[in-house]
């Protein structure tokens, strides 16, 4: 197959703060810099999106020169027990009913490459290619994914961030990916990263697994250098490490070169000051602030109890939970730490 035509990018956005399209926005003027030949916008989207952000996005698509679409997605009757915006990516292959393929993009991710190099890639048979997730992760889905009955094999578990997928193959096998999700979850409650280990569970055997050239995962401040960056396509913020609390100072400099760029020169020093105003000093605390803003979320709740009760049972000699994470330094631990911090402290 020829795939030297428009290159198809997809992002899902739920954005009650108003905050995350300005990560799209970024996104799309990276992707414009580096990226040779036409590209299509795709954006799903709910009603927290704000007719001004909506706006703004089509200003900046016009003077990038790309081609936009939105769907809103909350008239999907599925939508209704989804209250996070990385579960959209499910709704692709529905709503995108007239193409083939697509890449699928987080936007906490810094594109530094040619986003053809991953364009191009012949998945064969399979139905999506990814890349493998950070070790942490994967040793976090190996212990909880003996509860679930089939394993995921840990070397095989990737990250669902940045997706190539053949829209047309999975359509042919699944009519209705975001109700199936929803069965998964009601049944797997303690599945921890939702539509990830889905996803994984799903098509474990059935994807390709790519080169990590398309989603390097930095982990902390020095394990990033000039070289490596060089050859990068995509660069990842997943888990706690975002581009504003991670401390390489390349990776702080790239970043604000794009934040620079995605601004209008007028409102660069405003914008910027606001958008930094907005980042939270300690990101983890933050974190445990917005679930526990979101406690009505009970699905989301009840998958965290669920992983909690199972990984308390996988751990020996703890006199408490909270040595327990204190001890632990997975990083999706921080996130249990906060929500059992955060809920206690409360009712205390
Ligand atoms: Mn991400």
């Given at each position: 197959m020829n795939y030297n035509n428009t290159i198809h990018i997809a992002f899902g956005l739920r954005d009650g703060e108003n905050i995350y399209y300005r990560y799209v926005l970024s996104v799309m003027s990276q992707i414009s810099l580096v990226t040779s030949g036409r590209v299509h916008i795709h954006i799903l989207h709910d009603d927290t999106l704000r007719s001004e952000s909506l706006g703004n996005i089509r200003h900046t698509a016009e003077i990038l020169n790309q081609d936009l679409s939105f769907y809103d997605i909350s008239t999907e009757k599925e939508y209704l027990d989804m209250q996070n915006g990385t579960l959209y990516r499910l709704f692709l292959p529905k709503v995108c009913s007239h193409l083939d393929r697509v890449i699928y993009l987080d936007a906490d991710i810094l594109v530094v490459g040619d986003l053809r190099r991953l364009w191009e890639v012949d998945l064969g048979e399979n139905l999506l290619g990814g890349v493998l997730d950070s070790e942490s992760t994967r040793d976090v889905v190996d212990v909880l994914s003996r509860y679930y009955h089939k394993k995921i094999n840990k070397t095989s578990y990737f990250n669902a961030g940045i997706l190539l997928m053949d829209l047309e193959k999975i359509r042919e096998e699944s009519a209705n990916l975001p109700q199936e999700y929803l069965t998964f979850i009601n049944e797997y409650p303690h599945a921890l990263l939702l539509d990830q280990d889905f996803l994984n569970y799903k098509y474990q055997g059935r994807y390709k697994k790519l080169s990590n050239i398309f989603n390097f995962i930095p982990h902390d401040s020095d394990s990033v250098d000039k070289d490596l960056i060089d050859n990068q396509v995509i660069i990842h913020f997943a888990g706690l490490y975002k581009p504003w609390n991670c401390r390489n100072p390349l990776v702080l400099r790239i970043f604000f070169q794009h934040m620079l760029s995605s601004f209008p020169e007028k409102t660069q020093a405003y914008e910027i000051s606001l958008y930094m105003s907005n980042i939270p000093y300690d990101y983890c605390k933050k974190t445990g602030l917005i679930l526990y803003n979101n406690m009505g979320n009970k699905s989301l709740i009840k998958s965290y109890i669920s992983s909690i009760k199972i990984l308390l049972k996988e751990v020996?000699?703890?006199?408490s939970f909270r040595r327990f994470c204190h001890g632990v330094t997975v990083m999706k631990m921080m996130y249990l730490y906060n929500i059992h911090y955060q809920y206690f402290s409360k009712s205390r």
């Amino acid at each position: 197959m020829n795939y030297n035509n428009t290159i198809h990018i997809a992002f899902g956005l739920r954005d009650g703060e108003n905050i995350y399209y300005r990560y799209v926005l970024s996104v799309m003027s990276q992707i414009s810099l580096v990226t040779s030949g036409r590209v299509h916008i795709h954006i799903l989207h709910d009603d927290t999106l704000r007719s001004e952000s909506l706006g703004n996005i089509r200003h900046t698509a016009e003077i990038l020169n790309q081609d936009l679409s939105f769907y809103d997605i909350s008239t999907e009757k599925e939508y209704l027990d989804m209250q996070n915006g990385t579960l959209y990516r499910l709704f692709l292959p529905k709503v995108c009913s007239h193409l083939d393929r697509v890449i699928y993009l987080d936007a906490d991710i810094l594109v530094v490459g040619d986003l053809r190099r991953l364009w191009e890639v012949d998945l064969g048979e399979n139905l999506l290619g990814g890349v493998l997730d950070s070790e942490s992760t994967r040793d976090v889905v190996d212990v909880l994914s003996r509860y679930y009955h089939k394993k995921i094999n840990k070397t095989s578990y990737f990250n669902a961030g940045i997706l190539l997928m053949d829209l047309e193959k999975i359509r042919e096998e699944s009519a209705n990916l975001p109700q199936e999700y929803l069965t998964f979850i009601n049944e797997y409650p303690h599945a921890l990263l939702l539509d990830q280990d889905f996803l994984n569970y799903k098509y474990q055997g059935r994807y390709k697994k790519l080169s990590n050239i398309f989603n390097f995962i930095p982990h902390d401040s020095d394990s990033v250098d000039k070289d490596l960056i060089d050859n990068q396509v995509i660069i990842h913020f997943a888990g706690l490490y975002k581009p504003w609390n991670c401390r390489n100072p390349l990776v702080l400099r790239i970043f604000f070169q794009h934040m620079l760029s995605s601004f209008p020169e007028k409102t660069q020093a405003y914008e910027i000051s606001l958008y930094m105003s907005n980042i939270p000093y300690d990101y983890c605390k933050k974190t445990g602030l917005i679930l526990y803003n979101n406690m009505g979320n009970k699905s989301l709740i009840k998958s965290y109890i669920s992983s909690i009760k199972i990984l308390l049972k996988e751990v020996y000699k703890v006199d408490s939970f909270r040595r327990f994470c204190h001890g632990v330094t997975v990083m999706k631990m921080m996130y249990l730490y906060n929500i059992h911090y955060q809920y206690f402290s409360k009712s205390r």
